[in-house]
């Protein structure tokens, strides 16, 4: 799993946010369902989400008083303010577009990934 889209990183965002939490807790954040049909609906569709982020590594998941709650994996997933510039690899890198944003920064298998929270708080609203 390295293509992380939106969604992706809205779950990473609200469990690191909210640790020990479901993914009911999840889907009615995200999504605001205005019934329970709706809730239904998005729940089942974040459980794929949540499976395929544990199995990649980004979410660790563990069974509490009869149901499943998630923490972030902090050794893959971290967080920055003011991103002006990460070291990969001993080189320093910044981009202009993220200096003053709030950034997800995930390690992957093949790489970094680096997403403003910011600018992805942004789009949802408009939504």
């Excluded at 998005?42 to 509490?64: M, N, P, Q």
Aim: charge should be positive; hydrophobic fraction near 40%.
């Amino acid at each position: 799993m390295t293509l992380l889209d939106d969604l992706d990183i809205s779950v990473l965002a609200f469990v690191a946010d909210h640790p020990d939490s479901t993914v009911t807790d999840s889907a009615k954040v995200i999504f605001r369902p205005k019934d329970t049909e709706e809730l239904q609906k998005k729940d089942a569709l974040l459980r794929h989400r949540f499976k395929a982020l544990t199995v990649a590594g980004f979410l660790v998941a563990k069974s509490e008083s009869g149901r499943k709650v998630y923490k972030v994996a902090r050794e893959k997933v971290t967080f920055g303010p003011e991103l002006r510039g990460i070291n990969v690899g001993g080189k320093k890198l910044s981009h202009p577009g993220l200096r003053k944003d709030y950034c997800i920064i995930l390690f992957t298998e093949d790489g970094v990934i680096v997403r403003s929270l910011d600018k992805l708080e942004k789009r949802w609203e408009s939504k």
